[in-house]
């Protein structure tokens, strides 16, 4: 059954740095999603991406934030400069728009990023 | 989208069925009830949806009210594999790419 895929699925970094999250997306869904869950909360939503551009962002998304769909298989999330509270599980999802698709949402395992 | 309200946690016994109630009393004629679950971190899931008529999958059955102000996720035969956390969101239309937005869920526990 296809899924979606990302990697690493544990990073380490200094605050500060940059960080790029990566996704591959299921092979024909057209609109794409980052969320992000704090441990112990809520899964949060942060951006969708849809026709080669941001389709809705949360206000956590702010400037540090970037997506990029590089080629056609990856879908990524770029934090340019990390804060110890971006420390969070980052989940990836696609979705194959369409009245006879249900628009379900299909999750990745999801990224551990840990900020130090 | 209309709000939902999910007990915190649940048990149930393994085998026997688990009866997850959400209620979503402002939900609006266009609005569709999806159900996911996460189970320990993982990625969210998704079990199933319906809009006004009862609804079967091979994970889950879909129970919704007349009035459409409340429903119930059932696992039939519940294992201790189904232990995790369900998220019951009322969101408007299927064919449109919009957001997830999740509540805190039920936490449901499957005892042997």
């Known amino acids: 059954e296809p899924e979606v895929t990302q990697t690493p699925s544990h990073q380490v970094t200094q605050m500060g740095q940059e960080v790029i999250l990566r996704c591959v997306p299921i092979s024909n869904h057209l609109y794409f999603y980052w969320y992000r869950q704090i441990l112990g909360q809520k899964v949060e939503f942060l951006v969708s991406f849809y026709n080669n551009e941001i389709s809705e962002k949360s206000e956590i998304f702010d400037d540090q934030f970037s997506v990029e769909r590089p080629d056609g298989s990856n879908f990524t999330l770029k934090i340019r400069s990390t804060k110890l509270e971006d420390s969070a599980m980052y989940f990836c999802a696609s979705t194959l728009l369409g009245q006879t698709t249900k628009n379900i949402q299909y999750f990745g395992a999801g990224t551990r990023l840990s900020v130090l | 989208d209309a709000k939902t309200t999910q007990p915190t946690s649940m048990d149930c016994a393994e085998g026997r069925a688990a009866n997850l109630p959400c209620n979503h009393s402002t939900i609006s004629g266009n609005e569709y009830v999806y159900w996911y679950r996460q189970i320990h971190s993982q990625g969210p899931q998704y079990i199933i949806h319906g809009l006004k008529n009862n609804e079967t999958n091979e994970m889950a059955s879909l129970i919704i009210t007349e009035d459409r102000k409340s429903s119930t996720l059932i696992l039939p035969h519940a294992t201790l594999r189904d232990t995790a956390v369900y998220y019951c969101?009322?969101?408007?239309?299927?064919?449109?790419?919009?957001?997830?937005?999740f509540g805190q869920g039920t936490e449901l526990s499957v005892k042997p």
């Open positions: 969101i009322v969101r408007v239309g299927h064919n449109q790419g919009g957001k997830l937005i």
